[in-house]
């Protein structure tokens, strides 16, 4: 399986300190951010740029954010990991989502292990950071590269998780656009049962404009508060 950090050229400061914090997995490869006008558009772009090349001679590609940190022991987050590819009709795995915001309704979560869960489609679930990606998704990033390059704003989160609705999220409304199509093929996406991977606190950004700026108030209370809920009280279904 090869391992991937997205990473723009002009923040090595930030590729620094994730290699320093991910140094036990071993080799992983650094592919260059996207700089975009245009919302969500560079980091989607860049993270098609990464999955086509950790798929490109592999069966299933890890694609880590460089503001990605651990929150669980590496013996924790390789079982996961492990468990996830060994599944070879899963198409994306998503190892760092809010889920504490999510499952209102049990009967609509799904249990396959302690490690995964799998929720009816929703417009709710967020973060790419930690993303497991295997050839079975091909199909599916060809259909979003295609949205981005005629213009569509639309994030890789919202891409796999809202895939039953036919919309295309904006930054400015939230709301649906009436000519949008559906994703199709619908991908098979499992999430991880707690957040294995958040985004660091004082250098989350979005990569998606050419300042790439930190955010450093809103968002660090936001991602202080998924971290402190790590553990997720989620109700389980049995398998």
Known sequence: MNILVI???????RLELFMKHWEWLGHIDVVDGVLSDTLHTGCGLAHINAIRKGLSNAHWCLV??????LNCSPSEFLNAVYEAVARTEWDVVMLGPNSHRLFHAPSEVFSISPNFIKVSCTKSIRSCTGMLWSKNSIPLIQEYSRLLNQGHVFPIDRM???????????RDTGDEAPNAVPIEPLPNLWISSRVLVYQEPGIFSDNTYAASHDFLSDSVEYMKELCTRADLQVQILPP
């Open 64 to 69: 880590l954010e460089d503001d990605a940190r």
């Open 160 to 170: 796999i998780t809202s895939f039953k609705y036919p919309w295309i999220c904006t």
């Open 7 to 13: 990473n723009l050229r002009h923040r090595r400061d």
